[in-house]
């Protein structure tokens, strides 16, 4: 047809476009790979019958730090003590810590002041006053048997069983007491669950931590052993270039060869 004049239609490309490889999902490294979260270990079941609500943490007078008290005061002190031992005795727990009040500004420096007033607090349901003072007697005096009894039992009263038993037991062993035994026995089925609870979560977080840290251990050993690898394989790569004489797809460098280039 084109040799009688005719124009024929350019022919038409039917082949289909070439398409871009897909892209395969890698799988997840094991950087990625997140840890499984341990089972968290359930509490013990303890009696908490007992326990009553934290009063306000308001902190009575504790009197002058350091101060070391007169004949005089040391006298209005006694006599303080006396009519709060008195007020104490017929039950009248308000006037007994108003006393010691007295008695512990006018002499801060006795452990024995703040112990009594710390168990008139007690009567009156305010453990947590109490514990403030037991602290007060206890750092005046760190072998107060009664800092740590009556500390014990406020412990006690807020449901803190672990510290109620250490402070009893430091108590009997300071200066055995029938009552402070007698609270010892009743906190220690608590305190014994809380313990071994205790030690379980600790034991828990020292395998987590440890399997944490082989963790990161093997992914350095991976990254180290991904990149020497990777080293190795370049090297490979520019020795058999420099083998190759540089040439593209492999071809030999015969054309920088003047041995060759003679022959040519």
């Known amino acids: 047809l084109e040799s009688l004049g005719a124009t024929l239609p350019e022919k038409k490309d039917t082949t289909p476009p070439p398409q871009p ?8 490294s094991p950087e990625e790979t997140p840890m499984e979260e341990d089972e968290p270990i359930p509490m013990p079941d303890v009696d908490n ?14 009197g002058e730090e350091g101060k070391e008290a007169t004949d005089e005061e040391l006298e209005q002190a006694n006599d303080a003590r006396d009519r709060a031992m008195a007020a104490f005795s017929d039950g009248n727990f308000e006037d007994a810590v108003k ?15 703040h112990a009594k007033r710390a168990n008139a607090l007690l009567k009156l349901k305010k453990p947590v006053a109490a514990i403030h003072d037991c602290d007060m007697a206890i750092k005046i005096n ?32 300071l200066d055995y007491d029938d009552t402070a035994n007698e609270w010892l026995k009743e906190v220690e089925p608590n305190a014994k669950k809380l ?5 379980a979560v600790a034991r828990a977080k020292e395998q987590k931590e ?12 991976e990254a180290n052993k991904k990149a020497a690898e990777e080293a190795a394989k370049r090297q490979a790569e520019d020795y058999d270039d420099d083998e190759m004489g540089g040439m593209p797809g492999g071809m030999p460098g015969m054309f920088s060869d003047p041995e060759l280039m003679t022959l040519l």
């Not at 007992?50 to 007078?61: C, F, H, M, R, W």
């Not at 313990?195 to 030690?199: A, I, L, W």
């Open 21 to 28: 490889p897909k892209k395969e999902e890698a799988p997840a």
């Open 49 to 62: 019958s007992g326990v009553i609500e934290a009063d306000s943490d308001e902190k009575l007078p504790m």
């Open 99 to 113: 006393e010691y009040t007295t008695a512990i500004t006018l002499n801060p420096g006795s452990a024995m002041m």
């Open 142 to 173: 760190p072998d107060s048997a009664q800092g740590y009894k009556f500390r014990g039992r406020a412990n006690r009263l807020l449901g803190k069983w672990v510290e109620a038993h250490a402070d009893l037991a430091m108590a009997c062993k």
């Open 195 to 199: 313990q071994e609870y205790n030690r």
């Open 210 to 221: 440890l399997a944490e840290r082989r963790e990161r251990v093997r992914r350095a050993q």
